[in-house]
């Protein structure tokens, strides 16, 4: 009996702990952490002063390409041409399907400065 009561008690407390630490998978997809910039000058390879890396730029994007009736949206993007040389690569980087607000784009680009 006090035996029973013993495996009773344990399979208790390890359904709680189970139920008080949920699986991984549950938890969602973590976030980007966001990460302040500081403003700083940016030079390009000739000297030219060039705009701040935080400056968004904006064009209007087609809703359906097949059905240009339907209108178009504002599409922003972030850029920055510091490090491009004629004949150099140009890399693009999203955050996918969903809005850029929850990511920091200033951050994205300057992952990219070692390939320079």
């Not at 997809?29 to 890396?53: E, F, Q, Y």
């Not at 209108?71 to 969903?98: D, H, N, V």
Request: neutral net charge.
């Amino acid at each position: 009996m006090i035996l029973a009561l013993a495996l009773a008690i344990v399979s208790l407390l390890s359904a709680l702990s189970d139920a008080a630490i949920p699986h991984p998978m549950l938890r969602g997809r973590p976030k980007i952490p966001r990460k302040s910039i500081p403003d700083r000058v940016l030079m390009g390879p000739n000297g030219t002063v060039l705009p701040s890396i935080k400056t968004v730029y904006n064009f209007d994007q087609l809703i359906d390409h097949d059905n240009p009736s339907l209108g178009t949206f504002c599409q922003r993007y972030w850029m920055s041409w510091e490090f491009y040389e004629p004949g150099g690569p140009i890399i693009l980087t999203t955050p996918g399907e969903e809005n850029a607000d929850g990511t920091s784009p200033p951050v994205r680009l300057r992952q990219f400065e070692f390939l320079s």
